[in-house]
């Protein structure tokens, strides 16, 4: 769920970027030349290059903001189809996300993207012996672990003895030594397996959640990131794991809201312009290259995929500038059908039994006025990814009938694709060492992106805190150093 896609032919991201025109060459000097004292050049439009260039802005630098698309927000955007407002991949966070939670805050859209009271997850086995069975898993308002202990003692899904053995590798878990360098090598299914989880229980529950968060099944997964997530989310605080999603368009918070509060902190955003080169030229500062014109920056932050930031990084910012073309990536395929009635009582839910991983309602947020429109999530998807949607609407509506009953005899008045090939970087063991921090060689050049050391897997908190560690980089060598907004350590 972190991510997902365009139909064929309207990905922005697929455009090739447009030169500047005169008059917009002649915005980018004032962008990068009005005022007095520093002056930042970011990079990328994402959540990183947002974050960054309203923590840099809000610290008083000059802030130029350069994307190739013709619109903010990155890999988490909407689009329209109609009359529909879609956006590309269904994406959630949870209330540990502590740094997209500023974001939305900085931005003004907590309301719009409101978290769960409670975790609580429909998870739907349609191959039970019974039938179609329904079980959830949820928090009670105790203290961890026992804040899970309920949900987990009654999950239908799992025999007792699995329910057991789940309890142990959990306390194990919670035991691991996050900091170890060695978790990073070892996959989590391997670890998973050595603390008794039978494949079942790795289906049912550990890829339940970590497929979601990790893109990535246990076996393909580094243990470190999954680590991470299951003692932050599950493991840290009772309410750590809630879920928070957009009740709007992800367009309406990461494009117009985000452009808004860029716009307000004075940082001078241009859209459709594609970095060429970017070069020192002494006295610590940076020359940056974009068709038609060259700005002037004592800081670059480059807050753009890994293998763009390879290509435009000098020969000497990294010791090891090969390791990024290491990082592999990861598939996310959305699935987006649309009834003439409503089929789904509930916002979302998860499935066993069948390929359909997370179905979430976004009928209202997309504006259909009648009828109901599903999104179905499908994270680790390399199997699919290229797909034809003819072959995908014979897969997948029919496990729709047999999830929901309320499908069947019900028209379908749209069903479309969207895909994201290389939606997340691969959270394969061994990535970490893979992962630079913000800082590079170069004084006065930064990187930022969920790719980069953040200790996250690649979420909308990991792009966010990227942007932070950036920025907060760049200020304390721009002379202008200032609290840490988070509890959290910066990457080196």
């Known amino acids: 769920m972190t991510d997902g896609t365009h139909p064929e032919g309207l990905l922005d991201g697929d455009r090739p970027g447009r030169p500047a025109s005169r008059k917009g ?12 004292g520093r002056s930042a050049v970011v990079v990328g439009g994402g959540l990183a290059g947002i974050t960054a260039a309203l923590s840099l802005a809000d610290a008083g630098v000059r802030v130029t903001l350069l994307e190739g698309r013709p619109r903010l927000g990155g890999l988490a955007f909407s689009f329209q189809r109609g009359n529909l407002t879609v956006d590309n991949g269904q994406h959630v966070y949870l209330r540990c996300c502590t740094a997209y939670r500023w974001f939305l805050d900085r931005v003004d859209g907590t309301a719009l993207a409101p978290v769960q009271d409670r975790l609580d997850v429909p998870v739907l086995d349609v191959e039970a012996r019974a039938g179609r069975r329904l079980g959830r898993l949820r928090r009670d308002a105790l203290p961890v672990p026992l804040h899970l202990g309920r949900s987990l003692a009654t999950y239908p899904h799992l025999s007792l003895g699995e329910r057991a ?42 890829d339940l959640v970590g497929v979601a968060t990790l893109n990535a ?43 808004k509060a860029l716009d307000s902190a004075g940082v001078h955003t241009v859209l459709r312009t594609r970095v060429t080169s970017i070069s020192p030229y ?10 038609g014109e060259t700005l002037d920056a004592d800081a670059v932050v480059l807050a753009v995929p890994q293998r763009e930031a390879h290509d ?30 409503k089929v789904l009582d509930k916002p ?34 390399q199997d699919e990814i290229d797909t034809p949607v003819s072959v995908l609407r014979e897969r997948y509506l029919p496990e729709l009938e047999r999830l929901l009953p309320g499908t069947r005899g019900a028209g ?14 691969a959270p394969t063991p061994g990535v970490g060492r893979l992962r630079p921090g913000a800082r590079t060689k170069a004084p006065g050049l930064y990187l930022a992106g969920a790719w980069t050391a953040t200790g996250w897997p690649a979420t909308m908190e990991s792009a966010v805190r990227s942007g932070i560690s950036a920025a907060d980089a760049a200020l304390g060598a721009l002379g202008r150093p200032r609290d840490h907004l988070f509890d959290f350590e910066e990457a080196a």
């Open 25 to 36: 060459a002649e915005h980018l000097r004032e962008g990068a030349a009005a005022g007095d």
């Open 165 to 206: 053995k789940v309890g142990r590798a959990a306390l194990a878990l919670k035991a691991l030594d996050l900091a170890d360098p060695a978790l990073d090598n070892q996959d989590f299914g391997s670890w998973l397996a050595a603390y008794g989880q039978s494949a079942r229980a790795v289906e049912a529950l550990w």
């Open 217 to 259: 099944v246990a076996k393909d997964a580094s243990l470190g990131l999954a680590a991470m997530v299951f003692k932050t989310g599950l493991l840290s605080d009772p309410g750590a794991a809630d879920i928070g999603w957009a009740r709007v368009p992800l367009g309406e918070l990461h494009d117009r809201l985000a452009r």
């Open 282 to 291: 002494g006295n610590g500062r940076w020359t940056v290259q974009v068709p």
């Open 312 to 341: 435009l990084l000098p020969a000497d910012a990294l010791d090891h500038p090969g390791r990024l073309l290491e990082i592999g990536t990861a598939p996310i395929l959305n699935v987006h059908v649309v009834y003439d009635r």
């Open 348 to 381: 979302f839910f998860t499935a066993l039994g069948t390929p359909v991983q997370w179905v979430f309602d976004r009928t209202e947020a997309s504006g259909l006025s009648e009828g109901q429109y599903l999104a179905v999530s499908q994270s680790a998807a």
């Open 412 to 425: 379908v008045r749209d069903f479309f694709v969207t895909r994201e090939r290389t939606a997340t970087f």
